[in-house]
């Protein structure tokens, strides 16, 4: 049965010397239960750090992330780890295989992390369950990209975890592979009562789920069901990239014209304008990776 996850006023800043970049800016959202949400928005946007802060895999600068009730921020590192194994699946962008092992070996590996008895057994029912069982002996790199990431899923699936969080996980994939891992992580985890969050800044792939969830500059900006007006005369992402480049030029025309007249100092601007600046690189360098 899946687990209900409350965020509150969730906060995270990373910090390198005297600069600071502040990925999450008090977000706040709730999923019940057994129900399926994507969290939808351009690269930059937080989309992967609120992922890794409900999976236990970092920790929040302020704020609450609840799980089941589990409150993570008060967790110690031995109930995280514990967390991790048992109560949550991850599903990356990149496969996260093990290179060396098969199919079956990376399947079973959760479960013998956590020493669950029957592994190969419940190993070979997952991967069944995602159309690869004539493939268990097969290696990561004898594996097409939608083959492994099915395998992947299989791994998320394997100690029966409430919780799974995609990170997108079809980023990687053309649209034909895309279409069959997202339709089987949806529908496999309906079947088994999953809590489902996943990442994407794919339109297709939000369709699929009960809820949508609009982030943008580390913060839910709105809420949607399939099939409502966020997707009515959508852009395509490389629009809204360059749309979010021009507003963080803006921003840093803003703070530079607010240091002149006087209204803040000078740390505040060095750490202000190296936060923004981080921001406009990456999104520059994004929007160059996708040949515009």
């Given at each position: 049965?899946g687990?209900?996850?409350v ?13 600071e970049?502040q990925?999450?800016?008090g977000l706040?959202?709730?999923v019940?239960p057994?129900e399926?949400?994507?969290v939808?928005?351009?690269s930059?946007?937080g989309?992967?750090t609120l992922?890794n802060?409900i999976g236990g895999l970092d ?6 992330v ?5 409150n993570l921020?008060l967790a ?9 194994l048992?109560e ?13 092992l098969?199919?079956?070996?990376n399947?079973e ?5 956590a020493g ?5 057994e419940?190993?070979?029912?997952l991967?069944?369950?995602?159309g690869?069982?004539d493939?268990?002996?097969h290696?990561?790199?004898?594996l097409?990209g939608?083959?492994q990431?099915?395998?992947?899923i299989a791994?998320?699936?394997?100690n029966d975890?409430?919780?799974i969080?995609?990170d997108e996980?079809t ?5 034909a ?6 339709d089987?992580?949806v ?5 088994m009562?999953?809590t489902?969050i ?8 939000a369709?699929e ?7 943008e ?20 992402i490389?629009?809204e990239i360059?749309r ?7 921003r840093?025309?803003?703070?530079e014209?607010a ?9 505040e ?7 923004l600046?981080?921001l406009l ?7 160059r990776?996708?040949?515009?």
């Amino acid at each position: 049965m899946g687990v209900e996850v409350v965020v509150k006023d969730l906060v995270k800043i990373y910090r390198t010397g005297k600069s600071e970049v502040q990925a999450l800016r008090g977000l706040s959202m709730s999923v019940e239960p057994g129900e399926v949400v994507a969290v939808m928005g351009p690269s930059g946007c937080g989309k992967t750090t609120l992922l890794n802060i409900i999976g236990g895999l970092d920790r929040p600068t302020a704020g609450q992330v609840l799980v089941g009730g589990k409150n993570l921020f008060l967790a110690n590192e031995a109930e995280l780890e514990r967390y991790r194994l048992l109560e949550v699946g991850f599903v990356f962008q990149f496969f996260n295989l093990v290179p060396t092992l098969t199919a079956l070996e990376n399947v079973e590996l959760p479960m013998a992390l956590a020493g669950k008895p029957n592994r190969r057994e419940r190993a070979m029912e997952l991967l069944g369950l995602v159309g690869l069982a004539d493939r268990a002996d097969h290696k990561p790199d004898e594996l097409s990209g939608g083959e492994q990431q099915r395998v992947a899923i299989a791994c998320a699936l394997a100690n029966d975890p409430p919780l799974i969080l995609a990170d997108e996980p079809t980023g990687e994939l053309d649209r034909a592979s895309a279409k069959v891992v997202i339709d089987l992580l949806v529908n496999l985890s309906r079947e088994m009562g999953k809590t489902v969050i996943i990442a994407t800044h794919d339109q297709a792939v939000a369709r699929e789920t009960d809820r949508i969830l609009r982030m943008e500059d580390g913060r839910i900006i709105g809420e949607y069901r399939p099939g409502e007006a966020v997707f009515e005369g959508a852009v395509s992402i490389e629009e809204e990239i360059s749309r979010r480049v021009e507003a963080v030029r803006k921003r840093i025309s803003e703070l530079e014209e607010a240091f002149r007249a006087g209204r803040i100092g000078a740390e505040e601007f060095v750490a202000r304008y190296t936060e923004l600046s981080s921001l406009l690189r990456a999104l520059e360098l994004e929007l160059r990776r996708r040949g515009h």
